[in-house]
């Protein structure tokens, strides 16, 4: 079944078409990543499905039902974990989760068990009665995900919950994502970050420029380009590189340098290898290990929209 199906969703705000005749279908148990640039459109996508939004034109589907406007049986089948973090820092832990539970309908016995469930789920048990300005960054972003997940929602959408964060939190927020949608939720998720996208989504839809421009699983989009390679190459340690150098050499089309890791990218039919290796020589580049791959994808995103996706 389809949880979500938007046909030709237009919004505009003045001149500027935020969403431009989108179709987009989301079915049951997915994991949806939707990517794009900044301005290509997704958050707005993102505030009409959350009822922030009224679309301008274009019908909606939630839940194997066409719905005119967003009501309140569908509003207390969908949790929203908004970008911007929305809990009250004068409530407790426990206190935010169970007001969020309550808008929901939830209420006694039910509110309360349902609460110390949600805390528990992303490991805020023991910080329930602690107020969250005295929480991380990660640790209110897991609480923001408690207040959303509290009433058991078909329907999860995550607007970018990792941004800002420490690399624990941010694993915990991504084994929660994978644990909610092996309990059954279905969740559309938004990123900066490519790698989760490959980590987390069974299907991706990438926007820009207010449409939906291309959408598949990671391997599908990646099989769009085919027109390149990627030499990645494994250096030694305390190595100085200059990505403009390796730009220069012909046949080099992007460098990315990951701490000891250097990704260049280039034609499929390209023979740079031997310029690059003879780049290293020169420089007394230590290599530790080299291996050729596809395309990956985020040159598949580059590809397609000129941008990286943090642009």
């Given at each position: 079944?389809?949880?979500?199906?938007?046909?030709?969703?237009?919004?505009?705000?003045?001149?500027?078409?935020?969403?431009?005749h989108v179709d987009?279908?989301?079915?049951?148990?997915?994991?949806?990543?939707?990517?794009?640039?900044?301005?290509?459109?997704?958050?707005?996508?993102?505030?009409?499905?959350?009822?922030?939004?009224?679309?301008?034109?274009?019908?909606?589907?939630?839940?194997?039902?066409?719905?005119?406007?967003?009501?309140?049986?569908?509003?207390?089948?969908?949790?929203?974990?908004?970008?911007?973090?929305?809990?009250?820092?004068?409530?407790?832990?426990?206190?935010?989760?169970m007001f969020f539970?309550?808008?929901?309908?939830?209420?006694?016995?039910?509110?309360?068990?349902?609460?110390?469930?949600?805390?528990?789920?992303?490991?805020?048990?023991?910080?329930?009665?602690?107020?969250?300005?005295?929480?991380?960054?990660?640790?209110?972003?897991?609480?923001?995900?408690?207040?959303?997940?509290?009433?058991?929602?078909?329907?999860?959408?995550?607007?970018?919950?990792?941004?800002?964060?420490?690399?624990?939190?941010?694993?915990?927020?991504?084994n929660a994502v994978?644990?909610?949608?092996?309990?059954?939720?279905?969740?559309?998720?938004?990123?900066?970050?490519?790698?989760?996208?490959?980590?987390?989504?069974?299907?991706?839809?990438?926007?820009?420029?207010?449409?939906?421009?291309?959408?598949?699983?990671?391997?599908?989009?990646?099989?769009?380009?085919?027109?390149?390679?990627?030499?990645?190459?494994?250096?030694?340690?305390?190595?100085?590189?200059?990505?403009?150098?390796?730009?220069?050499?012909?046949?080099?089309?992007?460098?990315?340098?990951?701490?000891?890791?250097?990704?260049?990218?280039?034609?499929?039919?390209?023979?740079?290898?031997?310029?690059?290796?003879?780049?290293?020589?020169?420089?007394?580049?230590?290599?530790?290990?080299?291996?050729?791959?596809?395309?990956?994808?985020?040159?598949?995103?580059?590809?397609?929209?000129?941008?990286?996706?943090?642009?």
């Amino acid at each position: 079944m389809a949880i979500v199906a938007v046909k030709k969703i237009v919004k505009r705000f003045g001149d500027i078409t935020a969403v431009d005749h989108v179709d987009l279908t989301i079915q049951e148990g997915e994991i949806y990543g939707l990517l794009g640039p900044n301005g290509a459109g997704k958050s707005t996508m993102i505030n009409i499905l959350c009822d922030m939004v009224k679309r301008d034109s274009g019908d909606l589907w939630l839940f194997g039902h066409k719905v005119n406007k967003i009501g309140k049986k569908e509003k207390e089948e969908i949790g929203v974990v908004p970008q911007n973090i929305a809990i009250y820092d004068d409530l407790t832990a426990k206190e935010n989760v169970m007001f969020f539970g309550s808008l929901y309908g939830l209420k006694g016995d039910l509110l309360k068990e349902r609460t110390l469930e949600a805390l528990a789920f992303v490991g805020l048990l023991d910080q329930q009665k602690k107020l969250p300005k005295t929480f991380s960054g990660g640790m209110k972003r897991r609480l923001n995900i408690a207040c959303a997940i509290v009433h058991h929602p078909k329907l999860i959408i995550m607007d970018e919950p990792t941004v800002g964060i420490d690399t624990q939190s941010r694993n915990q927020i991504l084994n929660a994502v994978k644990k909610l949608n092996s309990k059954g939720s279905t969740i559309i998720y938004t990123t900066h970050y490519m790698e989760e996208a490959e980590h987390l989504c069974t299907r991706i839809g990438i926007m820009d420029h207010g449409k939906v421009i291309a959408e598949g699983t990671c391997e599908e989009l990646q099989s769009i380009v085919t027109d390149r390679k990627s030499i990645v190459i494994q250096t030694g340690i305390d190595q100085v590189i200059k990505p403009e150098s390796l730009k220069s050499i012909r046949g080099v089309l992007h460098v990315t340098i990951d701490e000891h890791v250097v990704t260049i990218e280039c034609p499929k039919e390209s023979d740079c290898i031997t310029d690059v290796l003879a780049y290293f020589a020169q420089q007394k580049i230590v290599i530790r290990d080299i291996k050729m791959q596809g395309v990956s994808l985020e040159t598949a995103f580059l590809s397609l929209t000129g941008r990286r996706l943090s642009d």
